[in-house]
């Protein structure tokens, strides 16, 4: 499976902004996917996941009730909606697939490029 995300940006203190993640491969269908980030010196973390059938959505507890993460199997397309971004959001988005729904890092079996979120205060 090939990932490639895209939809990153500059934005303001509390605008949106979607990023998609499109996907390559029969079997993302199949796959559990979800969104990580990374800020220049930290270390990557998760912020959304969502099954393989959408029917379950785990978040990071610091983007809840803002982010939303959902997917189209029939496009092959994961999608992270952010609303009332925070500059503390800014980060490289990278997009991920698993067999299981997973938050660690080093358990996703593959990534995406990452897409680059910049929000100013």
């Known amino acids: 499976v090939q990932l490639q995300a895209s939809g990153g940006g500059l934005v303001q203190t509390g605008d949106s902004l979607r990023l998609s993640c499109a996907a390559s491969?029969?079997?993302?269908?199949?796959?559990?996917t979800g969104w990580f980030r990374q800020a220049p010196g930290k270390e990557r973390e998760f912020v959304a996941g969502?099954?393989?059938?959408?029917?379950?959505?785990i978040y990071v507890d610091s983007v809840k009730g803002r982010f939303s993460i959902s997917r189209d199997n029939a496009k092959n397309t994961v999608y992270l909606h952010m609303n009332s971004l925070k500059p503390e959001d800014a980060a490289v988005y990278y997009c991920?697939?698993?067999?299981?729904?997973?938050?660690?890092?080093?358990?996703?079996?593959?990534w995406g490029k990452g897409t680059q979120v910049t929000v100013s205060s």
């Open positions: 991920a697939a698993s067999f299981f729904l997973t938050k660690i890092p080093t358990d996703v079996g593959y």
């Open positions: 969502i099954s393989w059938n959408g029917g379950n959505t």
């Open positions: 491969g029969r079997t993302f269908s199949t796959l559990n």
